[in-house]
């Protein structure tokens, strides 16, 4: 089940970029969510038993870890977003 969970804050509608299909999360089950943008895979985030959630890259390295979901979202685009600027 591949749902949109969170919209890309990063895809704007700038005439100089190519177009972009933007930051797809899927859900693979209760806690644990993948997500790809244009067809590269950026990671994963995997739930603990207190509620936090880790955050791990495309290579299952830990990248980070949040409170929220939502944080770490925006934890792994950040990282993700990084790394290709580096």
């Not at 177009?19 to 985030?45: C, K």
Request: charged share 25%; no cysteine.
């Amino acid at each position: 089940m591949a749902s949109s969970l969170a919209p890309d804050p990063l895809s704007g509608t700038d005439a100089a970029s190519p177009p972009s299909y933007g930051v797809l999360w899927s859900r693979v089950e209760d806690g644990f969510y993948v997500a790809n943008r244009d067809g590269v895979f950026l990671g994963y985030l995997d739930r603990e038993a207190d509620g936090t959630y880790r955050v791990f890259n495309g290579r299952s390295r830990q990248v980070g870890e949040a409170p929220d979901r939502r944080q770490a979202m925006a934890a792994l685009l950040a990282h993700h977003d990084e790394e290709a600027t580096a």
